[in-house]
């Protein structure tokens, strides 16, 4: 499902730096097909902890995770790998 954000600003050059460590987090996460709930928790603290984001840097970032881990656990690229297994 794409989200039409029609008045959203361009990025900064600092929101595409974080948007790009926040790639490489999630690409690092998933590079060998699993993703951990420790995995998760740790992209989660980076989507929320960098600070005082603008509403469309937020919906930037959850629009990534979606596109790198949540349509391929949809497609079966990705699986989720529960704690205990």
Do not use: C, W
Not at 8 to 29: D, H
Not at 45 to 62: C, L, M, N, V
């Amino acid at each position: 499902m794409e989200i039409d954000r029609p008045n959203a600003k361009e990025p900064t050059a600092e929101e595409l730096q974080k948007l790009e460590k926040l790639k490489n987090i999630i690409e690092t996460a998933i590079a060998d097909g699993k993703i951990t709930s420790d995995e998760y928790q740790k992209i989660k603290a980076a989507i929320y902890a960098q600070g005082k984001s603008s509403t469309d840097q937020f919906y930037r970032e959850i629009e990534l995770y979606r596109s790198l881990v949540e349509e391929k656990l949809a497609k079966g690229e990705l699986e989720y790998e529960a704690p205990g297994m």
